[in-house]
């Protein structure tokens, strides 16, 4: 009988996976289904992205590149980063890896273990949950409250603070609810981590290029009075519609490069050389396809908002961020997951129930808005008809 570490009983799962499975399964059925589930760009990574892997595969870069990745990109990510926010970035401290996903694990394994509290967004992206579980750290939600506009409050962030707690994670643009934190939020909580100069932070901030309404994204990286402790998680899964290619970046404090390189060392030697040119071409060449991307985000993020608006019992706050609606359907009558599990079995339409991002996303479902202003019209159809035919279950 084989017995694998208790600690696997405990490591979690993303149910849009499991959702995208299902939505898959009933498309090969014949079925026509509308995926509003899976979060991730709807459109081809951009040509010259595309053609500077190929090149690079032509041009013979087929081995090892430095488990760090190679420089010139890391410098791009330093430079990158300075356009865009005007901060300083040493390209050593910068790590290419296979997917945002990867800085997340790394973190929580550097700060996990029993007896320690690791805070994390709830709802929030649910491997950090997972993550911190699997180390045997208690995982300390911290509320994202739509009252709050789907903010992260400072006040209550800090509250939250124990001795034991060692790291904390907090997500703006955030998935699911779309929410951006305001800056003064921020500064507000930089100013309270003063008095906690032992905790690390992890600042996902993979939807960073994706504001609305004039906002501009504040990063974590512009504050100096915490940069020997923030971890800084970016990639270019979202940015550049590259999901599949698994390229993202994370920016270390000095104390914790060595220990997030030799993790690297020790499970995948480095990011596929090829996508590392791809990512490099990504960030030098030029911005046309984000701006355009980030555009019809948009437009379809007003239809989705003003569609859900107009459904019976449905009421959805307007996302600043990412591409994701999360409207409160608590007046339906249903609960979430019942309620997204019956919309893709007998609607035809995928959406994610709000616990599967933690306990304070009941009444909520997730709609990823990454998909054509035509299928999402179509969705919204649906689930008009679906609310106003179907008796809660
Ligand atoms: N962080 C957040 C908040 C996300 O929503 C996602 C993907 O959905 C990731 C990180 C992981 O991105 P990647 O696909 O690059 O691993």
Redesign the pocket.
Known sequence: MLHIVDSFGRIGE?N?FAVLARATELQRQGKDIINLGI??PDFSTPDHIVEAAIKALRDGHHGYTPATGILPLREAVAADLHKRFGVEVNPDLVLIV???????HMAILMFGEPGVDILYPDP??P?YRSMIEFTGANPIPVPIREENGFAFSAEETLSLITPKTKLLII?SP???TGGVTPKAEIDKLVKGLAQFPDVAIMS?E??AQMTYDGLAHQTLLAYPEIRDRLIL?D????TYA??GW???YSIWPKALYEAARKLAVNSYSCVNASAQFAGLAALTGPQDAVTSMVEEFDRRRKIVVEGLNALPGVRAATPKG?FYAFPNIAETGWKAKPLASALLEEAGVATIGGPDFGVFGEGYIRLSYANSAENIRRALERMRDFLTTHQPK
Request: no cysteine.
């Open positions: 993303e849009a979060g991730q296979p997917g945002g996903k990867v800085t997340m929030g992206f491997i997500n955030a998935n699911p996902d993979i939807y998680l990639g270019w899964s979202k590259m999901t698994r390229m993202g990412a």
